[in-house]
């Protein structure tokens, strides 16, 4: 039997390990945590229970076609709640929009905002399907975007102005600022500027719109623990606790990994772990051509974010399940976080409330809490150990005098801090860049690094450094590259089933 070493358990690991062995691979999954999981990690705590990473569930078609892939279904292993609104957006002047995939809705709060705005909103939805329909529907997201795929999209790119800023984008159709932002902020979700990343991402909000945004009952990680048991179901073998220290490489061909300081022999390799991690700190210098340390380090990394999981004695039945509250600053903010790389004054922050739509998240009458900043990398020169404290007040003081969360300090039974310093050591992300390589025109599709790696024979990646990025989505397409990838070097593994066969 053909064997698989995968390293690392995030989303993109998970779903290559589940797609994989179900095609008839043994597959060992390595994870250097004590659980699987990677950002969507779960942490547990006097009664409380975080998601630390990923919060919003969308696309829930693409999530159903891994468990189709291990003939499952989704709703045998998950509870999923659509959520309305799917978020509220607070701008600095108090106002805000429950923003849904409503149409009619929308329109209303915007015209609030701007008439003109609200009438535009249809015509904008009709643009950004396109884009969703070719990365999504047409299957752009879920191949290895060749240099000929380039350029066959390329003249429906440029029709599409795919490839313009995303925020550009949004001002051809929107003036008032608050409608603008409401649109143009989604390449935040994936770790990119909205002012530089392509608005081929803008496919986000449509997938949103069509798909849903959606809580699963226990949270985000009830979806990694659904994998892991599928996974195991088909046979898989996870290793958690076993960080991986090398990826083996004789005559340019990957053929396992070394971890516990032995040699696990495999026939092909598959990498979930950051791309510079892989490449830089797995691999020998000596193999890599085009992945010299030096082009890795020259590589674009994006931003990263500081992180407080809040369990709170008391409920604040006012919060919605998701929030976002802004600064009054949006383009100079992005610059300081992704140009600058300074520390601003001020901050817009992500507020996740999930214990607002399941009870078993907090113990009864609390509310278990976490908030979220983008902030700048470690290319920066913040010092997270010595600020972390003096930050982790300042947004308290924040969320209780400004934002009106009175008595929080007060009831604040737990409070854990997670920052950039903590991606790079506990999830080995470069820089702390916890969405990994920066989504901007020169690092998208073809430019990403490839699903098949340019350097060493059978030696995939998936997850967030490869196309078509970041996002749980985004990681899950991944994972559909890599299997196709890995079925075509491979071929059919010996005993695949008949009707396995068929679907091939
Ligand atoms: C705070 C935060 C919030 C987010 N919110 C959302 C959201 O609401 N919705 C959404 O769709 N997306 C969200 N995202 C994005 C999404 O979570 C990520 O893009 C996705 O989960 C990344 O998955 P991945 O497959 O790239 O692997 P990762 O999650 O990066 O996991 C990589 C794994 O590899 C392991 N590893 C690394 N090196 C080694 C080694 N040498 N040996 C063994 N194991 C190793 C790591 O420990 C880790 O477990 C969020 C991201 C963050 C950081």
């Known amino acids: 039997m053909k064997r698989i070493s995968i390293v690392g358990s995030g989303f ?26 990677g950002h969507a990690y779960q942490l547990k705590k006097d009664g409380y229970t975080f998601d630390m990473g990923p919060s919003l569930v969308t696309a829930p078609d693409i999530i159903q076609s891994i468990f189709r892939a ?21 701008f600095h002047d108090g106002s ?17 905002f701007n008439q003109q705005d609200a009438g535009n909103y249809d015509r904008f939805m009709e643009h950004i399907s396109q884009l969703y329909k070719a990365v999504i529907l047409d299957g752009l997201g879920a191949k290895e975007f060749t240099m000929p795929t380039m350029l066959q999209f390329m003249p429906e790119a440029i029709r599409l102005r795919a490839l313009q800023p995303a925020y550009s984008l949004v001002t051809r159709y929107f003036k008032d600022p608050r409608n603008r932002f409401c649109f143009s902020f989604h390449p935040l979700f994936i770790g990119g500027s ?24 226990g949270g985000m990680y009830s979806v990694v623990e659904a994998l892991q048991k599928v996974f195991l179901e088909h046979g898989g ?76 004695r008391k409920q604040y039945p006012q919060l919605l399940h998701h929030t976002l509250i802004l600064s009054q600053r949006y383009k100079d903010l992005v610059r300081d976080i992704f ?32 908030v979220l900043i983008p902030v700048p990398n470690l290319e920066g020169s913040t010092d997270w150990k010595a600020e972390a404290p003096g930050y982790a007040d300042k947004i308290l003081n924040f969320l209780e005098n400004d934002f009106g ?52 024979d059978r030696l995939y990646l ?41 679907i091939l």
């Open 339 to 370: 140009d600058n790389k300074i520390l601003a004054e001020d901050f817009s922050m992500y507020l996740h409330v999930p214990s607002r739509t399941d009870a078993s998240m907090a113990p009864d009458g609390c509310e278990s809490m976490y």
């Open 194 to 217: 909205p002012f530089r990343c392509p608005a081929v991402y803008m496919m986000i909000p449509y997938l949103e719109k069509v798909g849903g945004v959606w809580f699963t009952k």
């Open 405 to 456: 969360l009175k008595g929080l300090r007060e009831h604040l039974e737990v409070l854990e801090l997670f920052t950039p310093e903590d991606f790079r050591d506990q999830r080995n992300n470069h820089l702390g860049s916890a969405w990994s390589l920066e989504p901007r025109f020169t690092q998208t599709a073809t430019f990403r690094p490839g699903n098949r790696s340019e350097d060493i």
């Open 237 to 312: 073998t996870v290793r958690t606790g076993t960080p991986v220290s090398e990826i083996a490489v004789e005559n340019g061909q990957a053929v396992g990994v070394v971890a516990d300081g032995e040699l696990h022999r495999s026939d092909a390799v598959v990498s979930n772990a950051h791309f510079a991690h892989t490449y830089k700190d797995l691999i020998d210098a000596s193999h890599r051509r085009k992945w010299s340390d030096r082009k890795v380090k020259k590589m674009s990394y994006g931003m990263s974010c500081f992180l407080m999981y809040m369990g709170v």
């Open 462 to 502: 998936v997850g967030a450094s490869t196309h078509p990025g970041a996002g749980v989505p985004g990681v899950m397409l991944t994972a559909e590259v890599v299997e196709k990838a890995v079925l075509e070097d491979l071929g059919l593994p010996q005993g695949k089933h008949e009707h396995q066969l068929e």
């Open 12 to 37: 993109g690991g998970l779903s290559a390990a589940v797609r994989l062995q179900a095609q008839g691979y043994q597959v060992t999954l390595f994870e250097k945590n004590a659980m699987v999981g």
């Open 70 to 90: 291990a003939d499952r279904d989704m709703h045998d292993y998950l509870d999923l709640m659509y959520l309305d609104p799917f978020y509220r957006i607070y």
């Open 96 to 112: 805000f929009i429950d923003y849904t995939g409503d149409s009619d809705r929308m329109k209303a709060q915007m015209a609030a």
